[in-house]
């Protein structure tokens, strides 16, 4: 059983930037692709981002590709965002997930490919 938890959301001002963490318990960590999702009120959730398990195959959202940064340190069990130039559009609550088994990466955005899911952290961007 994985755990994550997700952590570093806030209220920001349009063009700045937020730093998401996600802490994964579980010998496991360093095998699995993780990724981040979002989701808007009265929308879908949506893939952001995702990252291979040595964190060498990264794949974006268009919206957010230049701007946002997924990576991972393995060592540490630990995933994040980084989110620059955030916009009012990127409001939502993002989520931080794992996949167990091994993906192709035109599958990383696929959230039903992910087995564990954490609660969540809010993001506002005020305009």
């Known amino acids: 059983q994985v755990q994550l938890v997700e952590s570093g959301g806030g209220l920001v001002q349009a063009g700045g930037s937020l730093r998401l963490s996600c802490a994964a318990s579980?010998?496991?960590?360093?095998?699995?692709?993780m990724g981040w999702f979002r989701q808007a009120p009265g929308k879908e959730r949506e893939s952001v981002a995702a990252?291979?398990?040595?964190?060498?195959?990264?794949v974006y959202v268009d919206s957010v590709k230049g701007r946002f940064t997924i990576s991972r340190d393995n060592a540490k069990n630990a995933v994040y965002l980084q989110m620059d130039s955030l916009k009012p559009e990127d409001a939502a609550v993002y989520y931080c997930?794992?996949?167990?088994?091994?993906?192709?990466?035109?599958?990383?955005?696929?959230?039903?490919?992910?087995?564990?899911w954490g609660q969540g952290t809010q993001v506002t961007v005020s305009s």
């Open positions: 579980g010998r496991a960590f360093s095998s699995y692709v």
């Open positions: 997930a794992a996949a167990r088994q091994s993906l192709p990466t035109w599958e990383y955005r696929n959230s039903w490919k992910y087995d564990y």
């Open positions: 990252i291979s398990w040595s964190g060498g195959s990264t």
